[in-house]
């Protein structure tokens, strides 16, 4: 098991066959945000992300160019590299599987289980998905029409020798990880579908294929098959561990993923570990805590796809980057984003009113209003350094709220709430009118003092998405602190920050520029 206070988590790899979109930066950014709470909380994160490079559509995708496997594999591997940097993901290591390091422990995790009888050579038939790289079992196939049931292309009929894995046996480990670890898989009715699937009987999987190229991860003892994608791709998340310095993180905390990958995931993923276990009769491949799978995006209420064209790419989140900053974009995936099992529209009309409502008008205008009095009226210092009365209950109140989902994402809204709070205390006590008239001086800089102190508790709930913008906030109310422990990846003591306080007699407030002007559409 790992210690309490490490926290790994991981996103899918993802493929190489083409540039990032939407749905990965997505997903890479809602891992970022929980990272980032759990290194303020004080846990040791690891956060991996990475990319899968040994799929067939790499191959044909690369063929259509012209270029070698290789050369493309690098050059979308290298854009994925990118992104994240550019969208502020904070990971800790980037694995690629075409990497030796991935190679050899997938190598020898097979031969582990050749040798167990966890893994045999024999003989498939089936229906397989070229689009998803994946076989589709009789009944389900039958009721798509003999159609992928996520990209509707037809399926194929393919039989070859097989090695197998014997995933049969994993039914009764399987249904009693899922009742021993009521959190296994989320959101809840994820693990509900997952339950039934187990329960309508598993069969033993292929994991290796044969006369399609030599671009892949060869068999162990029988060069003639590749290792099947999938069992190559899932082992990334133990493969990037398995150095000493890092075994401790073991086992994941979190794989986020989303519901097209499920199965994977929160099946034969632990059904390999346990299988590899038993092998090597080592503790260190226990199964993960949490497998979450949220939904998608679909883009102006259609669903995305290259054949429409209406996939959300790299240029236009680098266009909203531009326009309404990076927090704007990271704000409205942790609020507005599918975390739960609906699905959801980005829009561009809604990312304006998001932006406006919730970062113009509530938090940029909030701070700016505290700072404009401070300054205006308390020579913009707080001089003052009182108790919470009459906000601090309300900020309790909603910190103790828990969040609808089980990663702590929907802390970001909490800090949106206590500003709304701040907004409704300086509406009740009105200080611009009590500062007309001089005896009130002390109670207005009482007032100031609590809406700049709880600004900076909310400050601490939003930075996981607003890291940009609240750093600012922190630079200009002197809090340096806080910048110099997270910019390091340290951890943070977000117990003994978010304690009223913090914030002590004679802070100046800085003017700055808005944090995030109000937009106005062409
Ligand atoms: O499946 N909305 O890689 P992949 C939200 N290599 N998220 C989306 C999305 C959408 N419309 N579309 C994609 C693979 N995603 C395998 C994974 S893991 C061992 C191997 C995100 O490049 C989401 O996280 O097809 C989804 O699970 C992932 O991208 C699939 O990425």
């Given at each position: 098991m790992n210690s309490d206070d490490s926290f790994y988590i991981s996103t899918p790899i993802f493929y190489v066959n083409d540039r990032p979109h939407i749905g990965h930066i997505y997903t890479a950014t809602i891992a970022d945000i929980v990272a980032r709470r759990q290194r303020m909380i004080g846990r040791e994160v690891f956060f991996l992300t990475g990319t899968d490079e040994h799929a067939a559509k790499v191959v044909d995708a690369a063929s259509d160019r012209g270029l070698s496997t290789r050369a493309w594999a690098d050059q979308n591997a290298g854009a994925f590299r990118k992104a994240f940097q550019d969208f502020g993901i904070s990971n800790d290591d980037f694995i690629r599987t075409s990497e030796q390091r991935h190679i050899e422990f997938v190598e020898k995790v097979v031969s582990d289980l050749e040798a167990t009888g966890d893994v045999y050579l024999g003989q498939y038939e089936g229906w397989y998905d070229v689009s998803q790289e994946e076989y589709v079992p009789e009944s389900r196939a039958k009721e798509h029409d003999f159609c992928s049931?996520?990209?509707?292309k037809p399926l194929v009929r393919r039989a070859e020798e097989n090695y197998f894995f014997?995933?049969?046996?994993y039914s009764k480990p399987m249904l009693e990880l899922l009742e021993r670890n009521?959190?296994?898989?989320?959101p809840e009715a994820r693990k509900n579908e997952v339950i039934g699937r187990i329960k309508e009987g598993l069969a033993d999987v292929p994991i290796s294929r044969t006369g399609?190229?030599?671009w892949g991860v060869r068999f162990p003892g029988n060069p003639k098959h590749m290792i099947y994608v999938w069992i190559d791709a899932l082992l990334n998340y133990a493969s990037a561990i398995d150095l000493d310095r890092r075994?401790?993180?073991?086992?994941?905390t979190v794989h986020l993923i989303a519901k097209d990958i499920l199965w994977f995931h929160a099946v034969i993923w632990p059904s390999l570990l346990m299988a590899i276990s038993k092998a090597r009769?080592?503790?260190?491949?226990s199964v993960p805590n949490t497998v979450y799978a949220h939904s998608f995006w679909i883009s102006e209420g259609q669903k995305m796809s290259k054949s429409l064209g209406n996939f959300i790419d790299l240029e236009q989140l680098h266009g909203y980057k531009e326009r309404f900053g990076l927090d704007a974009l990271r704000f409205f995936f942790a609020t507005?984003?599918?975390?739960?099992t609906m699905d959801g529209d980005f829009s561009r009309s809604r990312f304006i009113e998001v932006y406006n409502s919730d970062?113009?008008?509530?938090v940029g205008n909030s701070w700016n209003r505290i700072v404009n009095m401070t300054r205006r009226y308390?020579?913009?210092?707080?001089?003052r350094k009182v108790d919470g009365e009459g906000l601090g209950a309300e900020l309790e109140r909603i910190a103790s709220k828990k969040p609808?989902?089980?990663?702590?994402?929907g802390y970001v809204s909490h800090g949106v709430e206590m500003i709304k709070a701040i907004d409704g205390y300086i509406q009740e006590t009105q200080p611009f009118k009590l500062?007309?008239?001089?005896?009130n001086s002390s109670q207005v800089e009482e007032i100031l003092y609590r809406c700049a102190e709880s600004y900076r508790i909310a400050s601490l709930y939003l930075w996981p998405a607003l890291t940009e913008k609240m750093t600012e906030v922190w630079s200009r109310s002197g809090l340096f602190s806080y910048t110099e422990v997270l910019k390091n990846r340290g951890s943070g003591d977000l117990e003994q920050w978010t304690a009223w306080g913090g914030l002590s007699e004679g802070t100046e407030l800085l003017e700055g520029p808005a944090l995030f002007p109000r937009y106005l559409e062409e």
């Amino acid at each position: 098991m790992n210690s309490d206070d490490s926290f790994y988590i991981s996103t899918p790899i993802f493929y190489v066959n083409d540039r990032p979109h939407i749905g990965h930066i997505y997903t890479a950014t809602i891992a970022d945000i929980v990272a980032r709470r759990q290194r303020m909380i004080g846990r040791e994160v690891f956060f991996l992300t990475g990319t899968d490079e040994h799929a067939a559509k790499v191959v044909d995708a690369a063929s259509d160019r012209g270029l070698s496997t290789r050369a493309w594999a690098d050059q979308n591997a290298g854009a994925f590299r990118k992104a994240f940097q550019d969208f502020g993901i904070s990971n800790d290591d980037f694995i690629r599987t075409s990497e030796q390091r991935h190679i050899e422990f997938v190598e020898k995790v097979v031969s582990d289980l050749e040798a167990t009888g966890d893994v045999y050579l024999g003989q498939y038939e089936g229906w397989y998905d070229v689009s998803q790289e994946e076989y589709v079992p009789e009944s389900r196939a039958k009721e798509h029409d003999f159609c992928s049931p996520i990209t509707r292309k037809p399926l194929v009929r393919r039989a070859e020798e097989n090695y197998f894995f014997r995933l049969s046996e994993y039914s009764k480990p399987m249904l009693e990880l899922l009742e021993r670890n009521p959190d296994f898989v989320k959101p809840e009715a994820r693990k509900n579908e997952v339950i039934g699937r187990i329960k309508e009987g598993l069969a033993d999987v292929p994991i290796s294929r044969t006369g399609g190229g030599d671009w892949g991860v060869r068999f162990p003892g029988n060069p003639k098959h590749m290792i099947y994608v999938w069992i190559d791709a899932l082992l990334n998340y133990a493969s990037a561990i398995d150095l000493d310095r890092r075994r401790h993180y073991w086992p994941a905390t979190v794989h986020l993923i989303a519901k097209d990958i499920l199965w994977f995931h929160a099946v034969i993923w632990p059904s390999l570990l346990m299988a590899i276990s038993k092998a090597r009769g080592n503790e260190w491949l226990s199964v993960p805590n949490t497998v979450y799978a949220h939904s998608f995006w679909i883009s102006e209420g259609q669903k995305m796809s290259k054949s429409l064209g209406n996939f959300i790419d790299l240029e236009q989140l680098h266009g909203y980057k531009e326009r309404f900053g990076l927090d704007a974009l990271r704000f409205f995936f942790a609020t507005q984003g599918p975390l739960d099992t609906m699905d959801g529209d980005f829009s561009r009309s809604r990312f304006i009113e998001v932006y406006n409502s919730d970062l113009a008008n509530t938090v940029g205008n909030s701070w700016n209003r505290i700072v404009n009095m401070t300054r205006r009226y308390c020579a913009g210092r707080l001089n003052r350094k009182v108790d919470g009365e009459g906000l601090g209950a309300e900020l309790e109140r909603i910190a103790s709220k828990k969040p609808q989902d089980s990663l702590g994402v929907g802390y970001v809204s909490h800090g949106v709430e206590m500003i709304k709070a701040i907004d409704g205390y300086i509406q009740e006590t009105q200080p611009f009118k009590l500062a007309k008239d001089a005896s009130n001086s002390s109670q207005v800089e009482e007032i100031l003092y609590r809406c700049a102190e709880s600004y900076r508790i909310a400050s601490l709930y939003l930075w996981p998405a607003l890291t940009e913008k609240m750093t600012e906030v922190w630079s200009r109310s002197g809090l340096f602190s806080y910048t110099e422990v997270l910019k390091n990846r340290g951890s943070g003591d977000l117990e003994q920050w978010t304690a009223w306080g913090g914030l002590s007699e004679g802070t100046e407030l800085l003017e700055g520029p808005a944090l995030f002007p109000r937009y106005l559409e062409e």
